[in-house]
């Protein structure tokens, strides 16, 4: 069975780390996920389990404290068996998202993407 991967869509530096932890963490997972982005799809029941995902298998995969990828599934009655946030993974203040044209993040740091890459990989575990 796979795990159902809520991922924020968060954007500017926050959705950089995210995308580069995604690269990291897709070799050895992907093949056990189905991803959905809180941002372009309104998560139900139904959409998971025609998806092949399980209600109660889900992780949220959050880009800041404002745990947009919980509220979206809360709010469809599923609740997130896992969830972790990037700013647990990061040892600084990131700013709150960024326009997407602002393409220069000079901040970014391996160990940053490394360290959430490593937080899916145990959150999908979690979960199944």
């Not at 998806?51 to 599923?78: E, F, Q, T, W, Y």
């Amino acid at each position: 069975m796979r795990v159902m991967a809520v991922i924020c869509g968060a954007n500017g530096e926050r959705s950089l780390i995210i995308e580069k932890a995604v690269e990291q963490f897709a070799p050895k997972y992907f093949d056990r996920i189905l991803q959905f982005s809180a941002c372009t799809v309104a998560a139900s029941p139904i959409l998971v389990q025609m998806s092949g995902g399980d209600p109660n298998h889900l992780v949220a995969v959050n880009g800041c404290r404002n745990h947009c990828a919980d509220l979206i599934l809360k709010k469809a009655g599923m609740s997130p068996k896992v969830s972790i946030v990037l700013d647990d993974a990061v040892d600084r203040e990131l700013p709150k998202c960024e326009a997407c044209t602002k393409f220069v993040f000079p901040n970014i740091k391996e160990e940053e993407w490394t360290r959430f890459a490593e937080m899916m990989a145990e959150a999908v575990e979690k979960a199944q």
